[in-house]
């Protein structure tokens, strides 16, 4: 008796820039199992030649449309520029075929919100989006600390993300880059969505946003280069993100303050977890002042009020984007729940967008009431001044 064959899904590539070039490389050297290289798509003739050498017998198509028809794939990934992505998931799902969205779903809500309730309405075609640091083992195992309630309720948090320094030659390469009409926004839209997905991935979606932004403030571009944002979680927890793409020297360091205890995040790769003995407002409520004193001259020691561990993490380049493309592919052939569905994409957009609003207009932003006309009259503004690219609707 034969065994039965392996399920096996067959990728198409939309776009094959720098992101698209690694993953028909993951595939070509069978490192997704469960998955092969379909086909790609590009509208660039050099990509069409350089297809050709490296991945000789997969088909290249130089419009998308035709290889979503062509019978070569069962799947794709939206490797092209951030305003298209939506439009080409609603058109990939229309034909049945699954789609993984890369990040950012969208640039406006408005597109996001029509790309999710498309997808609904298709719910036997897969819809994922490459959120590839949520399989990274310093943020899993943080989710599942948070989730067990160990540490009690959020009080606050901050994300201090600038070590996306870009010089003025990675912007210049591009027309497209850090405009309003080709991209959509600077550093929010391109360097840091990952950061905005964990960060309410882990402590929840903010309610309310109130953000300074600083527009061409050390670079010649048109978007935002640096970022300070203040958001409301409800319940009177709040946190703070800054991020920029000036600074040389960079640093990456998330802290959340929880009732009993703390996780401070260096590098992405060093995490330290500090856990009280009791949670904080009893130990407030109960220390005498006789304690407080002695506290306060180092003569307590601490370990009778908290306890610290240290852990270190090392990441394999490419490992993330393999687990999600691993993921995605079992998902299709055997029901494995997905590490991000693709209408989580909204809640990154819908922060990010916010913060942009807010600068714009001067006013803290609500969230869950969100004004996305607003904001795409704001983005349109700026798009027409440009005069380089066509507004968005």
Same mark, same amino acid.
């Given at each position: 008796m034969s065994e039965k064959p392996e399920k096996t899904v067959r990728l198409g590539i939309i776009g094959l820039g720098a992101q698209g070039g690694m993953?028909?490389?993951?595939? =070509?050297?069978?490192?997704?199992a469960g998955m092969t290289l379909g086909a790609i798509a590009d509208?660039?003739?050099?990509?069409?030649?350089?297809?050709?050498?490296?991945?000789?017998?997969? +088909?290249?198509?130089d419009d998308y449309l035709a290889m979503l028809d062509s019978g070569d794939v069962d799947a794709v990934v939206t490797t092209v520029p951030h305003f298209d992505h939506a439009g080409m998931t609603i058109t990939a799902i229309g034909k049945g075929i699954h789609t993984l969205t890369e990040k950012?779903? #969208?640039?406006?809500?408005?597109?996001v919100e029509e790309m999710n309730a498309f997808a609904a309405e298709h719910p036997e075609t897969t819809f994922a989006i490459m959120f590839n640091q949520r399989t990274n083992p310093v943020y899993t195992d943080l989710k599942a600390l948070i989730a067990s309630g160990e540490l #009690?309720?959020? &009080?606050?948090?901050?994300?201090?993300?600038?070590?996306w320094w870009r010089p003025q030659a990675y912007y210049d390469q591009s027309a497209w880059r850090a405009t309003w009409g080709g991209e959509g926004g600077g550093v929010l839209v391109n360097q840091a969505p990952h950061?905005?997905?964990l960060w309410q991935w882990?402590?929840?979606?903010?309610? &309310?946003?109130? =953000?300074?932004l600083a527009f061409g403030f050390q670079r010649d571009i048109a978007t935002e280069d640096e970022v300070n944002a203040v958001v409301d979680f409800g319940d009177g927890a709040t946190g703070s993100f800054i991020t920029s793409t000036n600074d040389i020297i960079g640093t990456d360091r998330l802290e959340m303050l929880f009732d009993k205890g703390k996780i401070v995040v260096d590098g992405s790769k060093k995490v330290t977890i500090t856990r009280l003995k009791q949670d904080e407002r009893s130990l407030s409520d109960t220390m005498s002042t006789e304690d407080v004193g002695r506290l306060f001259r180092g003569k307590i020691d601490t370990s009778e009020l908290y306890e610290t561990e240290v852990k270190e993490y090392e990441s394999a380049w490419g490992q993330q984007h393999i687990a999600v493309l691993t993921n995605?592919?079992? +998902?299709?052939?055997? #029901?494995?729940?997905?590490i991000a569905d693709g209408a989580e994409g909204i809640n990154g957009v819908r922060l990010a967008s916010g913060m942009q609003l807010s600068a714009w207009t001067g006013r803290e932003i609500d969230l869950v009431d969100y004004p996305a006309e607003e904001y795409l009259t704001e983005l349109n503004q700026r798009i027409e001044a440009e005069g380089t690219f066509p507004t968005r609707s």
């Open positions: 993953y028909a490389g993951l595939l =070509a050297d069978g490192k997704v509208t660039d003739p050099a990509k069409k030649d350089a297809a050709a050498e490296k991945h000789p017998d997969v +088909h290249f198509y950012p779903a #969208g640039v406006y809500t408005k597109q #009690g309720k959020l &009080r606050h948090t901050s994300w201090i993300i600038t070590n950061q905005l997905d882990l402590c929840g979606t903010p309610k &309310r946003v109130f =953000a300074k995605f592919a079992a +998902h299709i052939n055997d #029901g494995t729940p997905l």
